[in-house]
């Protein structure tokens, strides 16, 4: 019966100029009650800016945030809102998944972050990872998260100061009030990554970026696997001055690239497997330099882009 469902918003923020929004036209396919689902796209340049509007606007009790190329799996809704049964489940997300048909570069890029080398327990981001657990931030990802309105807003929204990762301070927050965060590797969407190796550098740029500027917001213990990128820059940089004996953890390195080449070739293919391989130590040199550069940005507090303009939609379905 729909009477004891709760009401859910899905929330979509996008460019000013968007006109064929993926996640609008999947939303719409989502099996629950359309009495209780309200659609809102969020037009602007800052997507915390973007979202927090929506949050301050939106009806339902859970917020479904989705990017506007995410397209969810139409049980998504009733699978999560079981899990909202708990009363102490503040937010569940899962991973966000490479469509089979997708252009070969972009499988190749799905392999790299779905990857343990490259991306540790965050890979569980980009593939289905075990079974349904309580989890952290390093799980899950804004691009298809669902939370409960009321708590989010408890913590003011999203820090406006913070992009990207501010969701990931945000969950940190919750946890630390005793909320629980559960990931479920059947809650997914599809959704492709970066189109060309420039965007899908600068994705890893932004990552490296943007967890340094939230470690100096927001530190904890949880980040100190973050610190490895940055510091393994630093030993190639001092890889020259070290002798002989420096070479042992570049040799460890190199025998680790190509295990986990080995390890994906059974679901990845050997191609695309091999192709990765560079890119994993690629995305390790990028993020590594991001991270550095996010130390010593400026930044802004929070609040200071709420004057960004945002307009707001009501998308019917």
């Known amino acids: 019966m729909s009477d004891h ?19 609008v036209t999947a939303a719409r396919r989502l099996d629950y009650p359309a009495d209780k689902l309200e659609i809102l796209v969020t037009r602007g340049k800052q997507p915390s800016v973007q979202r927090n509007t929506g949050l301050r606007a939106a009806h339902g009790e859970l917020v479904y945030f989705l990017d506007d190329d995410s397209m969810p799996e139409p049980g998504n809704l009733r699978r999560a809102v079981a899990h909202f049964a708990d009363p102490k489940v503040k937010m569940v997300g899962g991973p966000n998944v490479c469509p089979s048909d997708a252009p070969q570069l972009e499988r ?29 931030e390093k799980e899950l990802i804004l691009c298809n998260l669902i939370a409960r309105r009321d708590a989010v807003l408890e913590l003011g929204g999203f820090n406006e100061a913070l992009y990207p990762n501010e969701e990931n301070a945000l969950m940190d927050a919750l946890q630390k ?38 470690f100096r917001v927001h530190p904890t213990f949880g980040s100190a696997l ?10 190639l940089l001092a890889l020259p001055f070290l002798g002989c004996v420096g070479l042992a953890p570049l040799a460890l390195y190199i025998l680790a690239v190509l295990a986990q080449t080995l390890a994906s070739m059974p679901h990845g293919g050997v191609v695309r497997s ?8 690629l995305s390790h040199l990028i993020y590594g330099i991001g991270f550095w550069r996010g130390l010593f940005t400026k930044l802004k507090p929070p609040g200071t882009r709420s004057d960004v303009p945002v307009r707001l939609e009501t998308v019917p379905h």
């Open 177 to 214: 009030r005793g909320g629980r965060l559960l990931y479920d590797p059947e809650f997914m969407v599809r959704r492709r990554p970066r189109p060309t190796l420039k965007a899908f550098a600068k994705m890893l740029w932004n990552y490296g970026r943007g967890r340094a500027e939230q």
């Open 226 to 235: 973050n610190f490895v990128p940055p510091f393994f820059c630093l030993y």
């Open 108 to 136: 190749v890029f799905a392999l790299v972050l779905g990857s343990w080398l490259a991306f540790g327990p965050s890979r569980a981001r980009y593939t289905p990872v075990g079974v349904t657990r309580e989890t952290g």
């Open 274 to 281: 091999v192709f990765a391989a560079p890119l994993m130590v």
């Open 5 to 23: 469902l709760p009401g859910v918003t899905v929330l979509v923020p996008t460019r000013p100029d968007l006109t064929d929004i993926k996640a």
